[in-house]
């Protein structure tokens, strides 16, 4: 019989609580410290005591968003009869419902965000999450729900063949790209960097003074980690009416070639204070997320509208 036994993923799960932990917990010992120095000094105002009571709020959070994310993504091991997420167990007879696509929530500490995840509903009311990005293998999870529970088949792998440039070479495409010197994430950058610049700059020749290397070669550190964080934002799209393709504006050799025959359906969506994304979501339940901030609405639209006559789902 086979077993499916989820993989939490490398970086989105076990970076990103290493990192909110140790952010929580940076900010609590900092306070702590103020407390204690403070306190020690023989200083007695009540104020210090704030230190005192922020520092235990952010050991609590350092060590509760560490067990949220444990919580919000268990380890998953499913077969033909059964599925378990960490120590609860489901008979599949029990089943109510699956949604192998969708958005859903996803509560953190003070706040929740909405990623993408499958839904399993049992009748007793149970409702279980599979968060994409928590696991490695999600699309071998819900490839495994579609074709065995849902279909009641065998268990297999949808392949997916590579696309050469010579299967694309008589295709007619539409582009959607915006413009990236309008964009206002592009013009936020650029002004906080270039407000920096100049500050320094002003300050150090109103001294008489012109700027030391190490100034240049920091400025050049940050303005190349901006454009960098700049440039994997400013994704744009080509479609014709058999192939799906992503560009970059700046890194101009990045290309993703897709098949439209190969992909299930497309979302567009918003992460937070992320720019609009758009995510590709194949027939093997890959997925793939592109943020796209020179995209304008009407160049969503037109989007949405050329991938809708070319009959692939788009979920808004």
Not at 219 to 245: E, P, Q, R
Not at 259 to 266: A, T
Request: proline letters at 2%.
């Amino acid at each position: 019989m086979i077993t499916i036994i989820s993989k939490r993923h490398k970086y989105k799960f076990y970076l990103t609580i290493i990192f909110a932990g140790l952010f929580f917990f940076a900010l609590g010992i900092m306070l702590m410290s103020i407390f204690l120095l403070s306190f020690n000094s023989g200083e007695r105002q009540p104020k210090i005591y704030g230190f005192l009571i922020f520092s235990l709020v952010f050991f609590y959070m350092a060590f509760y968003s560490i067990y949220k994310y444990y919580k919000n993504a268990p380890i998953i091991s499913l077969d033909k009869q059964y599925i378990s997420f960490g120590k609860q167990t489901f008979s599949w007879s029990d089943l109510q419902e699956i949604k192998l696509t969708g958005r859903f929530n996803f509560p953190h500490i003070i706040f929740s965000v909405m990623m993408e995840a499958c839904l399993i509903q049992f009748k007793d009311g149970t409702i279980k999450y599979i968060f994409d990005d928590m696991y490695e293998n999600s699309w071998e999870i819900k490839s495994f729900l579609k074709n065995v529970i849902i279909d009641k088949g065998q268990f297999k792998s949808l392949e997916i063949f590579e696309i050469n440039e010579a299967d694309i070479q008589y295709e007619e495409f539409n582009t959607f790209r915006g413009n990236p010197f309008t964009s206002l994430r592009v013009i936020s950058l650029s002004g906080f960097f270039g407000s920096i610049f100049g500050s320094i700059l002003f300050t150090e020749l109103l001294k008489g003074k012109i700027p030391p290397l190490s100034v240049f070669v920091f400025l050049g550190i940050i303005g190349t980690f901006l454009a960098l964080v700049c440039s994997y934002s400013m994704h744009y799209f080509k479609c014709s009416d058999n192939y799906f393709i992503v560009k970059n504006h700046n890194f101009i050799w990045k290309t993703k070639m897709y098949r439209l025959k190969d992909i299930k359906e497309i979302v567009f969506e918003t992460q937070g204070k992320q720019p609009n994304c758009l995510r590709v979501i194949t027939k093997d339940f890959k997925t793939k997320l592109y943020l796209a901030c020179t995209l304008r609405d009407k160049n969503w639209l037109s989007l949405k509208d050329k991938l809708t006559q070319n009959k692939i789902k788009v979920r808004n």
